[in-house]
């Protein structure tokens, strides 16, 4: 089974652009969770989907928002870059509630 | 409130037995989990503990006590490639919410 992949791993970008990133689970896992890892705060949770809809969120500014679509793929966005949302974001799948979480590999977000 | 604490680093000789302790706050408890980081690389699950004991998975062992509010993972006949970050989360109210502690830096020294 291919394990979760996340595009693109590396980014960079300015400050006041936005970032879209993207997710795909483990097939047939339906369950989607969004972390951001930085060395200060460590893992934080941002969001999680369950087909197609929002379950769950984190605090965090509503500059940051996802979606997940039809065939468990999900995307977060971030508008309006701050220096500080620099940091590495780990999606994880699970099939379904209180299961065992897997992580993607990451994508590293450098803001300028 | 929510809180999970673990120690911020901790040192051991290969071939030992070291236990990495995880005490936490919460007021809906789903589980607790325990992940191993790499540095560089993504969280990978090590273990998961809803009812109190003792899990037992090969050289990696995790207790659970809900009413102490505590963990610990025990990793015996510590090797080189064990040296890395040690997360400990417990799943939050609903769905798949996890709370990390901070990370525990196991360094394995020959």
């Known amino acids: 089974k291919a394990g979760v992949t996340q595009t693109p791993r590396y980014l960079i970008k300015t400050r006041g652009q936005q970032v879209t990133l993207s997710c795909s689970p483990i097939s047939g896992h339906r369950s989607v969770s969004w972390y951001q890892q930085t060395p200060g705060q460590g893992l934080q949770f941002l969001f999680e989907?369950?087909?197609?809809?929002?379950?769950n969120k984190g605090n965090f500014p509503g500059r940051f928002s996802g979606r997940q679509f039809s065939n468990s793929r999900s995307e977060m966005n971030v508008s309006t870059l701050e220096l500080g949302d620099s940091a590495l974001y780990l999606c994880a799948s699970s099939s379904d509630s209180y299961n065992e979480q897997f992580f993607g590999p990451g994508t590293r977000l450098t803001v300028l | 409130g929510q809180n999970i604490d673990q120690p911020t680093e901790m040192t051991a000789t290969e071939g030992a037995i070291v236990q990495i302790n995880c005490t936490y706050q919460?007021?809906?408890?789903?589980?607790l989990f325990w992940y191993q980081q790499h540095a560089g690389e993504a969280p990978t699950f090590l273990s998961y503990?809803?009812?109190?004991g003792l899990e037992e998975k090969g050289r990696f062992s995790s207790f659970l006590s809900r009413s102490k509010g505590y963990s610990y993972l025990l990793l015996k006949e510590l090797q080189m490639k064990d040296s890395a970050s040690y997360l400990c989360?417990?799943?939050?109210?609903?769905?798949?919410?996890?709370?990390f502690g901070a990370g525990t830096r196991l360094a394995v020294h020959p």
């Open positions: 989907y369950f087909s197609e809809t929002q379950r």
């Open positions: 503990n809803v009812l109190d």
């Open positions: 919460t007021s809906g408890f789903n589980g």
């Open positions: 989360a417990f799943l939050s109210g609903g769905y798949n919410k996890l709370i």
